[in-house]
């Protein structure tokens, strides 16, 4: 049997020794989009309680990665990086793909259009980027 609650460590250790994830925003923002990524790695290893050690790595490594990089650019985003809409709408891409990635096809992702609304936000000068993580974390969690 695995010891889930090694793995569970090993990455939430990984995910918080790594500052470049997290290193554009200020500190309330980041420790949001930290505690809410290693939520998702948590649920997704704890989900490898059946496999050995290989198989498991071979499940979740993928779906960490796509983690790992979504915080990255959802962080530069709620920094105020990705103003014009060209690069909005390739990061919007971006990240849908990788939710596909962590999240798996049955999911119900938020639509282009609902995206758009949202990371349009960031526009709005009122908005903290620590607002709008939340915003993004309640967009894909009333979804799913």
């Known amino acids: 049997m695995a010891d889930i609650k090694a793995r569970v460590e090993r990455v939430i250790e ?12 200020e500190t309330e923002a980041a420790t949001e989009m ?15 309680n059946d496999l050995d050690e290989p198989a498991a ?5 993928p779906r960490l990665k796509a983690i790992r990089q979504s915080m990255r650019s959802i962080g530069n985003w709620a920094a105020g990086k990705y103003t014009d809409a060209a690069s909005r709408i390739e990061l919007r891409d971006t990240l849908l793909e990788r939710f596909r990635t962590i999240f798996g096809e049955r999911m119900i992702l938020p639509t282009k259009a ?3 609304r949202l990371l349009n936000q ?3 000068k009122n908005l903290t980027p620590y607002q709008l993580v939340l915003k993004l974390r309640e967009l894909l969690e009333t979804k799913g």
């Open 14 to 25: 990984e995910m918080m020794g790594n500052e470049a994830l997290l290193e554009m925003l």
């Open 122 to 124: 960031a526009d709005d």
């Open 114 to 116: 609902e995206f758009d």
């Open 57 to 61: 790595n071979l499940a979740i490594l």
């Open 34 to 48: 930290l505690n809410w990524g290693i939520e998702m790695a948590t649920s997704l290893v704890k989900k490898t």
